[in-house]
């Protein structure tokens, strides 16, 4: 049964960095694609940035030059790297792996219904 455990999450100031980090257990399969999300308060879930099944990245432009997604094979883990936190970073982050299909497209890889295993989120809180 696949597992995805998010950890790293935290509350910082406005300006600051976290890491977060993704634990996956349970594939008998490579994932097309792993995924960050994350969903504020009153939002819906939005796509942070994707790796796909051959290491290419990309991002959503909230985030881009700031959050930076990677993996450690070896580790079996995903990571998501935030530096110059916002205030509007505030949300619940979310790991998420797709076993449905490869596709290509940062809109279609940042989408929520390409996903079907999901962690449980890790909580990042960012004070101006």
């Known amino acids: 049964q696949v597992q995805l455990v998010e950890s790293g999450g935290g509350s910082v100031q406005s300006v600051g960095s976290l890491r977060l980090s993704c634990a996956a257990s349970?594939?008998?399969?490579?994932?097309?694609?792993m995924a960050w999300f994350r969903q504020a308060p009153g939002k819906e879930r939005e796509g942070v940035a994707v790796?796909?099944?051959?290491?290419?990245?990309c991002d959503a432009d909230s985030v881009r030059g700031r959050f930076t997604i990677s993996q450690d094979k070896a580790k079996n883990t995903l990571y998501l790297q935030m530096i110059s936190l916002k205030p509007e970073d505030t949300a619940m982050y979310y790991c998420?792996?797709?076993?449905?299909?490869?596709?290509?497209?940062?809109?279609?890889?940042?989408?929520?219904?390409?996903?079907?295993?999901w962690g449980q989120g890790t909580q990042v809180t960012v004070s101006s």
């Open positions: 790796m796909e099944i051959f290491g290419g990245t």
């Open positions: 349970g594939f008998t399969s490579n994932p097309f694609s």
């Open positions: 998420a792996a797709n076993m449905n299909v490869r596709t290509d497209g940062c809109a279609r890889l940042l989408a929520e219904d390409l996903y079907n295993h």
